[in-house]
């Protein structure tokens, strides 16, 4: 069946430090591959996506790019601020065999300090 | 912007009652899911709901669990009999259409069975 695994967190930053979450799935076929973030006591929101191998997904200076050979999609941004403390959770749906229901990791907490 | 909510933020019940979670989606949205999160785990899919039917449910989504749309606009998830083990955050999410990645989720319920 499909997978998600990404890294344990939390992970701690100090502000503008460089920020990397790895992420890598298992899948049948060609899935597409999000990340979503969540903020304290709010719901999941999309952050990017990206829907076929060497796409980059961007928004909001986060980053991420669709590795087919690798299987991965790793969330990257330059520049971290503390309002991008949030968990965010890497996601792959299916685009065939007549189940789109997205496949979720276990969320990556992001602590950003001042 | 339109957003989905959810009522109650926090239930707490005893094993073996029964509880309704409740959910307003965005009001042109068509398409229905329920997912679940126990602490420190995986985002998991429940079931989605298309045209007053169940279109899909996972193992999780036995005969304890149900949901229907009592009146158009709520959409509920109820538990019939809960368990220890169901204690988790439940998210409800919605979506224009089937095929469209961009599920928005609520703020979640988070349940805790005594």
């Known amino acids: 069946g499909n997978s998600v695994t990404q890294m344990e967190g939390p992970v701690t930053l100090s502000e503008e430090a460089f920020l990397t979450i790895n992420c890598t799935y298992t899948a049948t076929g060609y899935p597409s591959l999000f990340w979503y973030v969540q903020y304290p006591g709010e719901g999941l929101q999309l952050l990017l996506k990206a829907t076929k191998a060497d796409d980059k997904g961007s928004n909001k200076g986060f980053e991420a790019t669709y590795r087919k050979e690798t299987t991965s999609f790793h969330l990257e941004k330059g520049s971290v601020q503390v309002s991008d403390s949030a968990v965010y959770f890497c996601?792959?749906?299916?685009?065939?065999?007549?189940?789109?229901?997205?496949?979720f990791g276990r969320g990556t907490s992001l602590i950003v300090h001042p | 912007e339109p957003e989905v909510t959810q009522t109650p933020s926090h239930q707490v019940t005893q094993m073996g009652q029964e509880v309704i979670l409740r959910c307003v989606p965005i009001?042109?949205?068509?398409?229905f899911y329920w997912y679940r999160q126990i602490l420190g785990q995986k985002v998991e899919f429940l079931v989605s709901f298309y045209n007053n039917e169940i279109s899909e449910k996972s193992e999780i989504f036995d005969d304890q669990f149900s949901v229907e749309r009592p009146d158009g606009s709520n959409f509920t998830l109820k538990i019939r009999s809960t368990k220890l083990e169901d204690s988790a955050m439940y998210f409800c999410a919605t979506g224009a259409a089937e095929l469209s990645y961009e599920q928005y989720f609520g703020p979640g319920t988070r349940l805790t069975v005594t």
């Open positions: 996601a792959l749906s299916p685009t065939s065999g007549g189940s789109y229901i997205p496949t």
């Open positions: 009001s042109n949205h068509l398409y």
